[in-house]
């Protein structure tokens, strides 16, 4: 990879640690960009990104880093998320908060965010993707990929975590996602955005998103109507704002009510859209994927074994979130100074931790840029190596949901090339991707619907 770039130039130093001045590289693809930087300068560099110096840690030193006690104590996430907080009227989000605090918001939202809110609803989950599939991808026409991914997550998510489809609020959610995370989040916007009459109007309908959860809840509750066999986030979460307003005030409600939302709408669809194009460049991936979707469904009800059938699609994912990461880099804040590989990182310098780096070199993935879905399965398990394989970040912050997105993707794409014969719009498409407000497949990106695999198939 290095040798077909040119090389990146020789930066002035700031305590031995190469500073690296605003670059279009890192806006283009700052994966990539991570991996040039760590080849020649090592684990430990620094950037200037729209005048704001942040401490870069990479590789596989820094994901291991993340996981150590060190690691917990030395880096916050706070800073970061602060200006989301204050823009809801709340006090804290999960991804805001560390320590105790961050311990316990995970152990009141693990149980809706993880797969094991989805047992027993694995049909469920089918059933609603059949449903969009009939609306959004019918034969003969041209589908934005992306777009439609995103109504896919967003219908799944609202019926399996919060009970109600939020399918009206699609857009308004998109549109509050990139301002929030491109203005108050990775700061790449200037301020004055937010008065913008598109984001206000989009942030006002999440909010009365966030209200009618609430008052939905309440009415059930209050009729008795609630199904405790599809307990789901909304309840856990309310009842732990009635048990302890402290830890969940009612000011936090819309924000957590909301989060699965924000949280997944661009990164599951990413992920599943980015899966699509590479299946469909690869035929011999594509038809792996067909003969293990087809069996998978010829079985009937889906139940948990059967989860454990589907290693083709399985690696496909993996190695979609390999070549495609969504969490590229963590932004943290350090706590105190701290030592790193031999550098000095000083209390209260902003960082970039870029654990996605591993990913692209051949040391850890014999290959990297081939797309190899077989990299997963024993003997070979090269994403087992130490620190080499993070796709759902590292540390205290890891995904809490990576459970349960890894359920649904791989249900929502077998279904998809089960019940699906799809095709590149144009045939010989080469992705473009976008880096906000997520990093991700083009909105552009399309495929054709040729046809129905299976017309009228319902397993």
């Known amino acids: 990879m290095e040798t077909t770039v040119p090389a990146l130039k020789e930066p002035r130093r700031v305590r031995g640690i190469p500073l690296l001045g605003n670059t279009l590289e890192m ?16 684990p430990v560099f620094r950037i200037n990104l729209l005048g704001t110096a942040y401490t870069v840690i990479a590789g596989a030193e820094a994901a291991n880093f993340m996981g150590t006690r060190e690691g917990r104590e030395c880096l916050r996430s706070k800073e970061f998320w602060d200006g989301l907080v204050n823009e809801y009227g709340a006090t804290k989000t999960l991804t805001g908060v560390d320590g105790e605090l961050h311990t316990q918001l995970r152990t009141v939202m693990r149980h809706g965010y993880s797969k094991d809110s989805l047992k027993g609803r694995y049909d469920e989950l089918i059933a609603i993707t059949d449903q969009v599939l009939a609306r959004d991808w019918r034969v003969g026409e041209t589908v934005p990929v992306l777009q439609a991914m995103q109504y896919i997550v967003t219908e799944q998510l609202g019926a399996m975590l919060v009970g109600q489809s939020p399918r009206e609020y699609v857009q308004d959610i998109r549109t509050t996602i990139l301002y929030i995370l491109n203005v108050l989040v990775t700061r790449q916007r200037p301020r004055f955005l937010l008065k913008d009459p598109r984001y206000k109007q989009a942030k006002a309908r999440v909010e009365e998103l966030g209200r009618k959860m609430i008052a939905d809840y309440e009415a059930s509750v209050a009729a008795g109507t609630r199904d405790p066999a599809k307990r789901n986030l909304v309840d856990d979460i309310m009842e732990a704002h009635q048990r302890d307003p402290g830890l969940i005030p009612g000011s936090d409600l819309i924000l957590n009510l909301t989060g699965p939302f924000v949280a997944g709408l661009d990164t599951v669809a990413n992920t599943v859209s980015a899966f699509v194009y590479a299946v469909l460049k690869h035929p011999e991936v594509l038809e792996r994927v067909k003969r293990e979707a087809d069996a998978l469904f010829a079985k009937g009800s889906i139940t ?86 993070s796709p759902y970040g590292r540390g205290p912050h890891t995904c809490l949901g990576k459970s349960l997105a890894e359920v649904q993707m791989s249900l929502t794409m077998a279904r998809l090339f089960h019940k699906l014969d799809l095709a590149l719009d144009p045939p010989d498409y080469v992705l473009e991707t976008k880096t906000t407000p997520t990093p991700g497949p083009s909105m552009k990106f399309s495929v054709v619907v040729r046809g129905e695999r299976r017309p009228g198939a319902h397993g």
């Open 27 to 42: 806006a283009k693809d700052p994966a990539r960009f991570f991996v040039r930087c760590y080849r020649e300068y090592g």
């Open 304 to 389: 948990e074994e059967d989860l454990k059938t589907i290693p083709s699609i399985d690696g496909a994912i993996m190695e979609t979130m390999r070549l495609y990461p969504i969490a590229v880099a963590q932004m943290r804040t350090a706590t105190r100074d701290f030592e790193f590989q031999g550098h000095q990182v000083r209390e209260g310098e902003l960082l970039f931790v870029g654990t996605s780096v591993p990913h692209f070199m051949e040391e850890y993935f014999p290959n990297p840029e081939k797309f190899d879905i077989d990299r997963y399965q024993r003997p070979r398990a090269e994403h087992l190596k130490p620190g080499v394989y």
